[in-house]
């Protein structure tokens, strides 16, 4: 007989947060490590050409947190979509989306995502089962849902991971979310990157309970701690969730505990943290450099590791080239899309 579902959701945190995770082949640490460095290397290029002025409007980098979308990813299936809120050109990038594309539309052009009319927060695919990139706090949650409500309307196996982040856990579309998505039992997984600041206050001024995990608890909804800094824990607890989901057992709540170096955005200097707390993650916990450390420890050389990073960065300044030369839209481009 299955254990009751409030026993199985603590014995999933109790497993998260005891023990090591699983290891990684070298293969899976190899695929890892090129895609949390495509994404790092992007915002590092991106962050540039917003300080040349060739981004306008919001940019919210991704930098510190590449470990839970690319853990995320390698846990799902073909078919699973992904919708995240406006800090998202990492989950482009995750789920196999064109840097061409998206640095396209960073920059207003046409060969952008959204024909350079949606810039930052607002890309979509269709093919990568990729559905946004929202700018309104919270709004993608019930988005999200409505996703797995189509799953679960077609008699799919799909599963719908919804991004969200500590901010925007406080929002009341959220517990809607959480109240419909249990009493139907839909096939989603909420992902809460709790990067600890939201826009800019701390979790411990904005949070009467910080542990994100248990947020939905009134819903008799299953929660797991994950550490968001280590690819492996991240994998792991995301196969877990999504094997619920599949099951038919409803909804799964994930709290990845991560971290953002940069500020809230690009016209924020974070000035409510030390330079000093920043740099002791970077130095302790930074997800790039804990794969890049196993690997070496493993025997690949460093001459290895070096050519994926070359490799990577061309694809990054590649895609700045073609983001900076390609024509913007077409003013006819102004109402497609839009009312038609």
């Known amino acids: 007989m299955a254990a009751p579902k409030k026993a199985a959701a603590g014995a999933a945190q109790d497993k998260t947060n005891g023990g090591s995770p699983p290891e990684f082949t070298r293969e899976q640490e ?5 895609d949390m460095l495509l994404i790092r290397r992007f915002e590092e290029k991106a962050g540039q050409l917003y ?19 690319v853990g995320m990813q390698m846990a799902l299936k073909q078919g699973d979509q992904v919708i995240t809120g406006y800090r998202d050109h990492g989950h482009m990038l995750a789920t196999g989306m064109d840097a ?15 024909k350079g009319k949606g810039g930052s927060m607002h890309m979509f695919s269709k093919e990568k089962h990729f559905y946004g990139g929202h700018g309104i706090v919270g709004a993608q949650v019930s988005l999200g849902t409505g996703l797995a409500f189509a799953n679960h309307y077609r008699g799919n196996d799909n599963v719908s991971v919804t991004y969200f982040g ?37 979790v411990s001024r904005a949070s009467a309970q910080q542990d994100f995990s248990k947020r939905g608890a009134s819903f008799n909804i299953p929660g797991m701690q994950v550490d968001g800094m280590d690819v492996r824990a991240v994998k ?6 999504a094997a619920w989901c599949r099951a038919g057992k409803g909804p799964y709540i994930l ?46 050389s460093e001459q290895d590791l070096k050519a994926i990073d070359a490799e990577v960065r061309d694809i990054v300044n ?23």
Request: negative net charge; charged residues 25%; aromatic residues 10%.
């Open 30 to 34: 190899l695929k890892a490590l090129r």
């Open 51 to 69: 300080g040349m002025g060739a981004i306008g409007g919001f940019c919210h980098l991704y930098i510190g947190q590449e470990a839970v979308v």
């Open 100 to 114: 061409n594309g998206v640095m396209a539309e960073l920059t207003g052009r046409r060969g952008g995502y959204s």
């Open 166 to 202: 500590d901010g925007a856990a406080n929002q009341g579309q959220v517990y809607e979310s959480f109240n419909m998505a249990e009493l139907w039992k839909l096939p989603v997984i909420y992902v809460i990157e709790n990067n600890r600041y939201a826009m800019g206050t701390s």
């Open 236 to 241: 792991a607890a995301g196969e877990e969730a």
């Open 255 to 300: 709290e990845m505990q991560t971290y953002r170096y940069r500020g809230h955005s690009m016209s924020d200097p974070a000035k409510y943290r030390t330079r000093e707390e920043v740099e002791k993650v970077r130095h302790d916990q930074d997800p790039i450099e804990q794969v890049r450390n196993r690997l070496l420890a493993a025997k690949v």
């Open 318 to 340: 590649a895609s700045a080239d073609f983001a900076q030369h390609d024509p913007e839209p077409d003013a006819a481009e102004l109402w497609t899309d839009v009312y038609r």
